[in-house]
């Protein structure tokens, strides 16, 4: 099956007491699907997984699966250091109803290549649903290697990666590409890989989409993007985005300990950003 092309690792808003603020979220999901996205990656690193508690980690998959826009994929984060709890979220991703699980690289302590392999066998045997890798060092320590990814992909159900680390962006055997950074988007498709899991779409989805629906204007829409794929990484993600949405009229809430609000500064550079886009002009008429 097709996951799409355009996949937003969508935000999890939260009210004023930081609980998920469950209208704010299927709203948003809607929003997003009329403005450019194919599909959502939920309780992803965008998502705040690390701070949700598995109970409110599967509530957010379950709304997503029972609200999910016509035409669109739901793709669930389901990784974690413990092989065993990865297992965990995987089976009740799956049984809830999603089309897909994204499961990171084990962080912090470090597996070997041995070890890495056993954990993905593990993963694999706990659903029937397409498993996308994520390969993101900077948050994890650990590199996977483009031929490890191939070895990876000989496993049953791995079928796909996310790629966050852009030095080894390639098209890997055996496997689909997506791009894990918002400014090697249209590289990605520019080597025939799927598309992209990504942030900015949150804000300028349609014109991302373009990038796939017109290639003859590929780089012309991605040059005029650089300014916004910037403003979202100011700071931590997603601390630019959250701000992004709020300037834009959306309730998405605050962020939990430890990622903070963007200070005046980087608001100033998200703002800045929206405005020589044109979007907050659009929102203001």
Excluded: W
């Amino acid at each position: 099956m097709s996951l799409g092309s355009v996949l937003t690792a969508i935000i999890t808003p939260f009210d004023d007491n930081l609980g998920v603020d469950e209208e704010a979220f299927v709203d948003l999901l809607h929003h997003l699907a009329a403005h450019g996205s194919d599909g959502f990656v939920v309780c992803g690193t965008t998502g705040e997984a690390s701070t949700l508690d598995d109970d409110e980690h599967l509530r957010v998959i379950e709304l997503a699966c029972q609200n999910r826009p016509a035409g669109t994929t739901i793709v669930a984060g389901t990784g974690s250091n413990n092989t065993q709890h990865a297992v965990h979220l995987t089976e009740r991703a799956t049984e809830l109803g999603v089309d897909a699980v994204l499961s990171v690289t084990p962080y912090y302590n470090k597996p070997n290549r041995r070890g890495l392999v056993a954990h993905y066998q593990e993963v694999a045997r706990a659903t029937d649903k397409p498993i996308i890798l994520y390969n993101i060092p900077s948050r994890v320590v650990l590199d996977l290697p483009n031929e490890l990814l191939a070895e990876l992909g000989q496993i049953e159900h791995v079928e796909y990666v996310k790629q966050a680390n852009n030095a080894n962006l390639a098209l890997v055997d055996g496997l689909g590409l997506y791009a894990g950074n918002d400014e090697i988007f249209a590289r990605t498709l520019d080597l025939g890989g799927c598309g992209g899991i990504l942030v900015a779409s949150h804000i300028v989805g349609e014109q991302m989409h373009r990038m796939v629906d017109e290639p003859e204007h590929r780089a012309e829409i991605d040059a005029s993007l650089q300014e916004v794929y910037r403003a979202m990484g100011v700071t931590t993600n997603p601390i630019p985005v959250k701000a992004a949405l709020s300037l834009l009229g959306h309730r998405v809430g605050g962020l939990r300990l430890p990622l903070v609000e963007a200070d005046e500064a980087e608001t100033a550079a998200v703002r800045g950003a929206l405005e020589r886009a044109g979007l907050l002009d659009t929102v203001s008429a």
